[in-house]
């Protein structure tokens, strides 16, 4: 388990970590090899596809990730790789030097760094180094507060060997390192969490971020792409800097400087120079490579080591690497993070509105946004921001009629004085509410004029293009596409739309080549790979479906993702056959079918969808898209008799904190079907949490426990409800012991 890297992303540990991904092998040209592994994740539905390339003459592996926002809504996401480094008491933590202080999660506490003073994780330290593992007895995280150094290892002097990691820190400011700690509670988490090679530390890197959590965001189909690379290395020890050619160390004692340089790569005639005051006072040639390490002690007279600088060059007179020691100091700690006050506590409407969107970009797990937002709009119902924002919130949550209210009152101040405002966020947002209630005219002016600025012509021109097609006005579609595409040629979406638009413009060769270059973009587009299957022969395209579902591991999630892509542009039939690929007998692909049928006017056979639905099994389907609803909303009124479209229609409003919704759903679903006992269990939670009313959560429990013969964990929570029933006259133990149930 602690061996290797562990990729997270959209956020640290994510769900769905161990799951199966995506993957594939490329040869490249230049002899090097390449993994490509890809997913679009389940909880924000964004992509992300990591390349892991091996180079036939360089001693490191190159990680080349490309995160994509599919979704129509901007997404917050943090990107940390996560290797696992065995250590013992000759290892330390190589940070660069001018790493002065680290924090905590969050950024909660804050200690000086490499010698620590104070109190950090409860413990006390007394001008101690917790670079060291060796020092650190308990628990603890540090994550450094700033760098200009784009590396960050471990180096066990013992071995003399380490690990270091490279990326510019511009995009991978994040250095991190976690540990169980040295003390007993440690040495119990080795055991459990290792086999043979004892203790180990996390070493992370984080892109787009340097704490945890510390989200950054990216907006509708948007794509962010950046590279990291991991070496081993010897003899350097503490690193004082490093690139992906090579590293160096510089040690200044007594009059003497000894330097020490590893390369990546084999480097012949490589040049080695120590200046002092910018002029040359040593220099030297050598054949450098990572089995060839070059050390050398100098002799020099300097005494201020911040005139000395080293460079090593190659033959041709390219920098691989250089350093100059910085200037000893103490700065300043910097502070940790504040608690958010409450909303009646903030003085201005803009840092309620920068509050409340704090909060939904750190995913916080105890503060709501919403109080800040509507305090805002208390203070000034036609703040732009706030409205943008909360309407923004309230289409997460699938209140559709209502977000369009926030968005038309952002647009009233917005075109106050001139109508065409400087930011027309609020129109695309606008046309997005239409477009998800199938008002598809409203929504193509709100968009069209979202075009009038710059920050939203790639999302706009795409819904653009998608009404367009649904229309089959496939020349206008194409046109309206392409001026998306100037925006970002990588946007895979619309690559995927012009795809099947040429497909359906006869433009066979054009589309070929195009589908082409998508799958070099992205060779995980599976919506560019399906319009391959459609262009090819007939005879050939059954063998092809065949290897198109092993691509996409039969898993359901990404032909129901692929699917709603060509819903998006009216292209049902496609969707609907691309789902028939996949034979997983899973609740949302029935519902999915049904709805193209619907949509195709297969009426008869919509409904027997709907009622395959109704009778898959249940269990682990926690729909959680948008678009989920509008599906499932079809089919509660196609089968109103059918009680499990009600059940997941309240599964997904409980996700989206829409308690009223949820409860009512879940009260259709168990009048439906009184036997089906995970309802019950729903039912009682909402009622418990929200305070619904006091007394019928215990019906709720007893229901769900006397369906499933008594389940200990279900008796668990019924004890804990009815022990705090205020308003109960007898102890929860005792109204437990007259119901009759035993644990």
Same mark, same amino acid.
């Given at each position: 388990?602690?061996?290797?890297?562990?990729?997270?992303?959209?956020?640290?540990?994510?769900?769905?970590?161990?799951?199966?991904?995506?993957?594939?092998?490329?040869? =490249?040209?230049?002899?090097?090899?390449?993994?490509?592994?890809?997913?679009?994740?389940?909880?924000?539905?964004?992509?992300?596809?990591?390349?892991?390339?091996?180079?036939?003459?360089?001693?490191?592996?190159?990680?080349?990730?490309?995160?994509?926002?599919?979704?129509?809504?901007?997404?917050?996401?943090?990107?940390?790789? =996560?290797?696992?480094?065995?250590?013992?008491?000759?290892?330390?933590?190589?940070? !660069?030097?001018? /790493?002065?202080?680290?924090?905590?999660?969050?950024?909660?506490?804050?200690?000086?760094?490499?010698?620590?003073?104070?109190?950090?994780?409860?413990?006390?330290?007394?001008?101690?180094?917790?670079?060291?593992?060796?020092?650190?007895? /308990?628990?603890?995280?540090?994550?450094?507060?700033?760098?200009?150094?784009?590396?960050?290892?471990?180096?066990?002097? +013992?071995?003399?060997?380490?690990?270091?990691?490279?990326?510019?820190?511009?995009?991978?400011?994040?250095?991190?390192?976690?540990?169980? +700690?040295?003390?007993?509670?440690?040495?119990?988490?080795?055991?459990?969490?290792?086999?043979?090679?004892? !203790?180990?530390?996390?070493?992370?890197?984080?892109?787009?971020?340097? *704490?945890?959590?510390?989200?950054?965001?990216?907006? !509708?189909?948007?794509?962010? *792409?950046?590279?990291?690379?991991?070496?081993?290395?010897?003899?350097?020890?503490?690193?004082?800097?490093?690139?992906?050619?090579a590293m160096v160390n510089m040690e200044i004692e007594n009059g003497k400087v000894?330097?020490?340089?590893?390369?990546?790569?084999?480097?012949?005639?490589? #040049?080695?120079?120590?200046?002092?005051?910018?002029?040359?006072?040593?220099?030297?040639?050598?054949?450098?490579?990572?089995?060839?390490?070059?050390?050398?002690?100098?002799?020099?007279?300097?005494?201020?080591?911040?005139?000395?600088?080293? #460079?090593?060059?190659?033959?041709?007179?390219?920098?691989? /690497?250089?350093?100059?020691?910085?200037?000893?100091?103490?700065?300043?700690?910097?502070?940790?993070?504040?608690?958010?006050?409450?909303?009646?506590?903030?003085?201005?409407?803009?840092?309620?509105?920068?509050?409340?969107?704090?909060?939904?970009?750190?995913?916080?797990?105890?503060?709501?946004?919403?109080?800040?937002?509507?305090?805002?709009?208390?203070?000034?119902?036609?703040?732009?921001?706030?409205?943008?924002?909360?309407?923004m919130l309230l289409f997460r949550r699938g209140q559709l009629k209502e977000s369009?209210?926030?968005?038309?009152?952002?647009?009233?101040?917005?075109?106050?004085?001139?109508?065409?405002?400087?930011?027309?966020?609020?129109?695309?947002?606008?046309?997005?509410?239409?477009?998800?209630?199938? #008002?598809?005219?409203?929504?193509?002016?709100?968009?069209?004029?979202?075009?009038?600025?710059?920050?939203?012509?790639?999302?706009?021109?795409?819904?653009?293009?998608?009404?367009?097609?649904?229309?089959?006005?496939?020349?206008?579609?194409?046109?309206?596409?392409?001026?998306?595409?100037?925006?970002?040629?990588?946007?895979?979406?619309?690559?995927?739309?012009?795809?099947?638009?040429?497909?359906?413009?006869?433009?066979?060769?054009?589309?070929?080549?195009?589908?082409?270059?998508?799958?070099?973009?992205?060779?995980? @587009?599976?919506?560019?790979?399906?319009?391959?299957?459609?262009?090819?022969?007939?005879?050939?395209?059954? *063998?092809?479906?065949?290897?198109?579902?092993?691509?996409?591991?039969?898993?359901?999630?990404?032909?129901?993702?692929?699917?709603? @892509?060509?819903?998006?542009?009216?292209?049902?039939?496609?969707a609907l056959d691309l789902l028939n690929i996949c034979d997983v007998q899973w609740?949302?692909?029935?519902?999915?079918? +049904?709805?193209?049928?619907?949509?195709?006017?297969?009426?008869?056979?919509?409904?027997?969808?709907?009622?395959?639905?109704?009778?898959?099994?249940?269990?682990?389907?926690?729909?959680?898209?948008?678009?989920?609803?509008?599906?499932?909303?079809?089919?509660?009124?196609?089968?109103?008799?059918?009680?499990?479209?009600?059940?997941?229609?309240?599964?997904?409003?409980?996700?989206?904190?829409?308690?009223?919704?949820?409860?009512?759903?879940?009260?259709?679903?168990?009048?439906?079907?009184?036997?089906?006992?995970?309802?019950? #269990? *729903?039912?009682?939670?909402?009622?418990?949490?929200?305070?619904?009313?006091?007394?019928?959560?215990?019906?709720?429990?007893?229901?769900?426990?006397?369906?499933?013969?008594?389940? !200990?964990?279900?008796?668990?929570?019924?004890?804990?409800?009815?022990?705090?029933?205020?308003?109960?006259?007898?102890?929860?133990?005792?109204?437990?012991?007259?119901?009759?149930?035993?644990?």
């Amino acid at each position: 388990i602690s061996g290797g890297i562990e990729f997270n992303w959209p956020q640290h540990h994510r769900p769905s970590t161990f799951d199966p991904v995506e993957y594939t092998y490329a040869e =490249n040209e230049d002899g090097s090899a390449t993994v490509w592994m890809g997913e679009i994740e389940n909880m924000f539905r964004t992509e992300g596809v990591l390349g892991v390339t091996l180079y036939p003459d360089k001693a490191y592996i190159e990680l080349s990730a490309k995160l994509y926002n599919r979704t129509k809504m901007p997404q917050t996401f943090l990107w940390w790789a =996560n290797p696992a480094v065995a250590v013992n008491d000759d290892t330390i933590s190589v940070f !660069p030097e001018d /790493v002065t202080a680290v924090y905590d999660h969050g950024k909660r506490d804050v200690i000086s760094f490499p010698y620590a003073e104070g109190t950090y994780y409860k413990h006390k330290y007394d001008h101690v180094n917790i670079a060291q593992y060796k020092n650190i007895p /308990v628990p603890t995280s540090y994550m450094a507060y700033r760098s200009d150094y784009n590396f960050i290892g471990e180096y066990d002097y +013992g071995k003399q060997a380490g690990l270091l990691h490279v990326a510019d820190h511009h995009i991978a400011p994040g250095k991190k390192q976690w540990t169980w +700690g040295c003390g007993e509670f440690g040495k119990a988490w080795d055991l459990a969490l290792t086999d043979e090679d004892g !203790p180990y530390i996390e070493l992370m890197t984080g892109c787009f971020t340097d *704490n945890q959590p510390d989200f950054t965001w990216i907006q !509708p189909q948007e794509t962010k *792409n950046f590279k990291q690379y991991f070496m081993p290395y010897k003899k350097v020890g503490y690193v004082k800097n490093a690139s992906i050619d090579a590293m160096v160390n510089m040690e200044i004692e007594n009059g003497k400087v000894s330097l020490c340089v590893y390369t990546t790569g084999e480097e012949k005639d490589a #040049r080695i120079v120590l200046e002092k005051c910018g002029k040359e006072i040593f220099a030297d040639t050598a054949d450098i490579s990572p089995v060839k390490i070059y050390e050398k002690e100098v002799s020099v007279d300097a005494e201020d080591k911040t005139e000395l600088t080293v #460079r090593v060059l190659n033959a041709q007179g390219r920098v691989l /690497v250089e350093f100059t020691p910085l200037e000893e100091n103490i700065p300043e700690l910097p502070k940790p993070a504040e608690a958010a006050k409450t909303p009646e506590e903030i003085l201005t409407c803009e840092e309620l509105y920068l509050t409340g969107l704090h909060i939904e970009q750190y995913r916080h797990a105890t503060y709501l946004p919403d109080p800040y937002y509507l305090e805002g709009l208390k203070r000034d119902a036609g703040d732009i921001r706030l409205n943008t924002a909360y309407g923004m919130l309230l289409f997460r949550r699938g209140q559709l009629k209502e977000s369009e209210k926030y968005f038309r009152k952002a647009l009233e101040r917005m075109t106050w004085k001139n109508p065409n405002p400087y930011n027309s966020e609020a129109y695309y947002d606008l046309g997005l509410t239409l477009f998800y209630q199938g #008002r598809y005219e409203e929504a193509y002016d709100a968009f069209f004029k979202a075009t009038w600025t710059n920050e939203q012509q790639e999302m706009s021109f795409y819904f653009l293009a998608a009404i367009a097609s649904m229309k089959k006005d496939y020349l206008s579609a194409l046109e309206l596409v392409e001026k998306g595409l100037v925006k970002n040629s990588h946007n895979i979406k619309a690559r995927g739309l012009k795809a099947s638009i040429l497909r359906k413009l006869g433009c066979t060769e054009q589309a070929e080549k195009w589908i082409a270059e998508n799958l070099e973009i992205d060779c995980f @587009d599976f919506v560019s790979s399906y319009e391959e299957i459609l262009l090819s022969q007939p005879e050939e395209q059954n *063998n092809r479906k065949q290897l198109l579902k092993a691509k996409m591991r039969n898993f359901h999630q990404n032909f129901i993702q692929a699917a709603i @892509d060509y819903m998006e542009g009216g292209f049902w039939q496609e969707a609907l056959d691309l789902l028939n690929i996949c034979d997983v007998q899973w609740p949302m692909l029935y519902y999915y079918r +049904g709805g193209a049928l619907k949509k195709l006017g297969e009426e008869e056979k919509a409904a027997e969808m709907f009622r395959l639905a109704d009778k898959a099994d249940p269990s682990y389907c926690f729909p959680n898209r948008l678009e989920d609803i509008n599906v499932l909303k079809m089919a509660v009124e196609d089968q109103p008799e059918c009680p499990k479209a009600y059940y997941y229609l309240g599964n997904i409003w409980y996700d989206k904190r829409q308690y009223k919704e949820a409860k009512e759903n879940w009260e259709m679903a168990a009048k439906l079907d009184p036997q089906y006992p995970t309802v019950f #269990r *729903n039912l009682a939670l909402v009622f418990t949490i929200n305070q619904m009313n006091r007394r019928r959560p215990v019906r709720y429990w007893k229901r769900r426990l006397a369906l499933t013969h008594q389940m !200990p964990e279900f008796s668990l929570n019924l004890i804990s409800y009815t022990k705090n029933l205020v308003c109960q006259q007898r102890t929860g133990l005792l109204f437990m012991r007259n119901m009759q149930i035993r644990l």
